[in-house]
T-cell receptor
């Protein structure tokens, strides 16, 4: 069964601290893994997209890692800011056959940054 | 300028009614999607259209009928609304339908409440 599980479900940290969010998946065949940030009441916004051959990818203070062997990914946020408060969703794409690309979404981690 | 725009943002309606949600993208993308996000914040794809043609229909009840008059628009019409249809519906677009390494841009969502 193709699944994407994220942990923790929710996380509260102090402003300025670092944190790491986890994503484990069983999706096969694997095409790519994406991390999205969803602010309350808004649509998801892409942070990173990683393919099988990429181990790490950064986008400002966000760094995503991927271990395709263990089917695990993490999103590390450095020097957190209040604006980082959001839900972070891990999305895994199955191998695309003609017209059959499928995205499996995780349920997200709700991150709250407190001053 | 909004890249993917949905209207309305909020929709409250009675059971049994028929309603439509409109979506437009000004990114020149070939592929558009409708996603449903339930109360547990889980995003699930409903439809995918490429150049006005249906690519994916994820076993959505036939009360839901997407319509794509051109590749910049993908509207969602729902007949005989039920309580279980209450959710946030997101429209998205991406450059092509393969989804490989391409970012999907999401609209702000339409919160549908059926009473």
């Amino acid at each position: 069964k193709n699944q994407v599980e994220q942990s923790p479900q929710s996380l509260i940290i102090l402003e300025g601290k670092n944190c790491t969010l986890q994503c484990n998946y069983t999706v096969s065949p694997f095409s790519n893994l994406r991390w999205y940030k969803q602010d309350t009441g808004r649509g998801p916004v892409s942070l990173t997209i990683m393919t099988f051959s990429e181990n790490t990818k950064s986008n400002g203070r966000y760094t995503a890692t991927l271990d395709a062997d263990t089917k695990q990914s993490s999103l590390h946020i450095t020097a957190s800011q209040l604006s980082d408060s959001a839900s972070y969703i891990c999305v895994v794409s199955r191998g695309a056959n003609f017209g059959n690309e499928k995205l499996t979404f995780g349920t997200g981690t709700r991150l709250t940054i407190i001053p | 300028d909004t890249a993917v725009s949905q209207t309305p943002k909020y929709l409250v309606t009675q059971m049994g009614n028929d309603k439509s949600i409109k979506c437009e993208q000004n990114l020149g993308h070939d592929t558009m999607y409708w996603y449903k996000q339930d109360s547990k914040k889980f995003l699930k794809i409903m439809f995918s259209y490429n150049n006005k043609e249906l690519i994916i229909n994820e076993t959505v009840p036939n009360r839901f009928s997407p319509k794509s008059p051109d590749k910049a628009h993908l509207n969602l019409h729902i007949n005989s609304l039920e309580l279980g249809d209450s959710a946030v519906y997101f429209c998205a677009s991406s450059p092509d339908w393969t989804g490989l390494n391409t970012e999907a841009f999401f609209g702000q969502g339409t919160r549908l409440t059926v009473v």
